[in-house]
Each structure stands twice: as structure tokens, then as C-alpha cells.
């Protein structure tokens, strides 16, 4: 950026640079090739990350504070976008969560690249940390939040622990996704899950008078 590019119309100085998705996205992409030429993760150092990229150092710390949350944020982009929740009811919403789930996992399979990229991230303390705290985290927020709503309006038994509850659901799915590389994951299984583990877990009707 030049001299006259850092002033508005005016001539009075801009206090830093605006961000642009464009950089941003070449930053990205050129992790990306790093990764599809086969250079392992441990060796993707910020200045061999810019130099693929065509910036400076000093650009993408601007943008990340290292190479671990730039990481995380190229695995995040190659995901799968998060659904758009119904929101017309906790089944509804879990489905639409633990088909994202699938999606992902059939991405991965079919990808050799994200395959290796995930593999190597969990031998990362650091970046698998940073993911850990950035994806991970936030998508468990949302299932806890959505079951506490069920509770609250009697899709789900009061006295059930939510974080157990959790795991019920979303943990058939990791099974297959991330420890079952050869396990089906058919159309119709988000739906099949939920059903079958909400079926044990909803409010007892009182009996008839």
C-alpha cells in the first residue's frame, strides 16, 4: 500500500490498513499449496507462508497472531458452512447440526488433503489447542444451548445432564466420521440418531385419569 493509498481524500492519515479479503484470501490459498505440495505442517513458517502468498511478514501478523491461528482458520474455510437452524424445534435444530457433522466427515474421506491436514493438526499441541478453542468449542456452546432450550420447552426431560445428553447425539457420529473411516455415513442418519436417542429422552406423558 502506498503512501497516498494509507490517506483518505482529504490527505489526513489513516491510523492502520483496512483489511482485505482479497489478501486475506491469498494468504489462504497459499498455505493451501504449501499443504497440497506435500510440505509438512511443522515446516510452515510465517515468512515461507508469505513468501508463497507474494506479502510481507508483517501483513499476516496483522491478520493472525501466528501461524497457529492462521491454521485454524484455512482448516475452518475448507469446512463445510454451518447450517441454517430451522429453529422450529430442538429436533430439528440437532438434525440440521449432525448432518453438518456428516457432510464434513464424508469431505474429509473424499479429501486426501484435509485427511492429512487433520491428522497433522492433532499432532500439534498448539494448533490442535487453538482449533480445539475456536470450532470445537463454539459448535458445543450451540448443541448445549439447544438442548437447554428443548428442556425449557419440554422437548427434553428436566432431570437429564445436558452434557451427557450431548455426547449421546453428537458422539454416535464422531464414531463413524473420525474413529470409523469404513462406517456408512448414508442420507437419513442425522435424522436416524436424533429420533432414536430423543426417543428414551422426552417428558413421560401422565397417565390417563
Do not use: C
Not at 112 to 123: D, I, T
Amino acid at each position: 500500500m502506498s503512501l497516498a493509498d494509507s490517506r483518505t481524500a482529504s490527505g489526513t492519515p489513516v491510523r492502520g490498513r483496512p483489511r482485505s479479503e482479497a489478501v486475506e484470501r491469498a494468504i489462504m490459498e497459499g498455505v493451501m499449496k504449501l499443504l497440497e505440495d506435500g510440505v509438512p505442517l511443522a515446516e510452515l513458517s510465517v515468512e515461507r507462508i508469505a513468501r508463497t502468498a507474494g506479502v510481507g511478514k508483517a501483513t499476516i501478523y496483522r491478520r493472525w497472531s501466528g501461524k497457529e491461528e492462521l491454521f485454524v482458520d484455512v482448516v475452518r474455510a475448507a469446512e463445510p458452512p454451518g447450517p441454517e437452524l430451522p429453529g422450529t424445534s430442538m429436533r430439528d435444530d440437532l438434525v440440521a447440526l449432525l448432518e453438518q457433522h456428516r457432510r464434513r466427515g464424508l469431505m474429509t474421506r473424499s479429501s486426501a488433503l484435509l485427511h492429512s491436514v487433520y491428522a497433522q493438526m492433532k499432532s500439534s499441541p498448539r494448533i490442535w489447542a487453538a482449533y480445539h478453542a475456536t470450532v470445537v468449542e463454539p459448535r458445543r456452546r450451540l448443541q448445549k444451548e439447544i438442548l437447554r432450550r428443548g428442556q425449557a420447552n419440554g422437548e427434553l426431560r428436566a432431570d437429564i445432564d445436558i452434557d451427557l445428553v450431548n455426547d449421546l447425539v453428537f458422539g454416535p457420529m464422531l464414531v463413524r466420521t473420525l474413529m470409523r473411516p469404513d462406517a456408512d455415513l448414508p442420507e437419513g442418519l442425522a435424522e436416524e440418531i436424533v429420533d432414536k436417542v430423543l426417543e428414551g429422552l422426552r417428558p413421560v406423558s401422565p397417565p390417563p385419569a
